[in-house]
T-cell receptor
Framework: DAGVIQSPRHEVTEMGQEVTLRCKPI?????LFWYRQTMMRGLELLIY????????DSGMPEDRFSAKMPNASFSTLKIQPSEPRDSAVYFC???FGTGGYNEQFFGPGTRLTVL | GNSVTQMEGPVTLSEEAFLTINCTYT??????LFWYVQYPGEGLQLLLK?????DKGSNKGFEATYRKETTSFHLEKGSVQVSDSAVYFC?????????????FGDGTTLTVKP
């Protein structure tokens, strides 16, 4: 199995630029999660989809962040415009079921640096 | 709301030492409990889980018992190896109240020295 695939693995951009992170969940999984990890704030859940529908986006920091899941095999997280404080590792995870009792499978992450 | 409190790190042990990482939780419903491990440069991966009270999860020599009376899920290993060096996260998921979200602890960094 390929596991959860994220791209790019590393992204360096300048403040004000648009950044798009991509995720391909494990085939057959119907829940998808976007997380952000920093030393200061730890692991934060940004948004969660179930059957391609956003269920909870209360963790999205502000309007500069948006996420979409146009189909069961692809999701994007967009930051526009990016700011230095957005620098972090962004993880995508997927699971089968509603996500309550089932483990989440994490991708390798995208390390974002905003200069 | 739900919360998870983990023993603060970092934890440094010598090879073959006994490991305990404490985890307590607060939940209004009936959560499932998980331990995830994150190796350097990688995403989190499930180490073990327990879905109801008194269940014991185990994997790779690690184990944890779901204790509802003390709201705890402490991680233990009898003899650690250098390869166990990683960050360990305790997590809970409560289908009834969190719509499938998981609540993670802050993580505990373990370093095992030869």
């Amino acid at each position: 199995d390929a596991g959860v695939i994220q791209s790019p693995r590393h992204e360096v951009t300048e403040m004000g630029q648009e950044v798009t992170l991509r995720c391909k969940p494990i085939s057959g999984h119907n829940s998808l999660f976007w997380y952000r990890q920093t030393m200061m704030r730890g692991l934060e859940l940004l948004i969660y989809f179930n059957n391609n529908v956003p269920i909870d986006d209360s963790g999205m920091p502000e309007d500069r962040f948006s996420a979409k899941m146009p189909n069961a095999s692809f999701s994007t997280l967009k930051i526009q415009p990016s700011e230095p404080r957005d620098s972090a590792v962004y993880f995508c995870a997927s699971s089968f079921g509603t996500g309550g009792y089932n483990e989440q499978f994490f991708g390798p992450g995208t390390r974002l640096t905003v200069l | 709301g739900n919360s998870v409190t983990q023993m603060e790190g970092p934890v440094t042990l010598s090879e073959e030492a006994f490991l305990t990482i404490n985890c307590t939780y607060t939940a209004t419903g009936y959560p499932s409990l998980f331990w995830y491990v994150q190796y350097p440069g990688e995403g989190l991966q499930l180490l073990l889980k327990a879905t109801k009270a008194d269940d014991k999860g185990s994997n790779k020599g690690f184990e944890a018992t779901y204790r509802k009376e003390t709201t705890s899920f402490h991680l233990e290993k009898g003899s650690v190896q250098v390869s166990d060096s990683a960050v360990y996260f305790c997590a809970l998921s409560d289908l009834a109240t969190n719509a499938g979200k998981s609540t993670f602890g802050d993580g505990t960094t373990l370093t095992v020295k030869p």
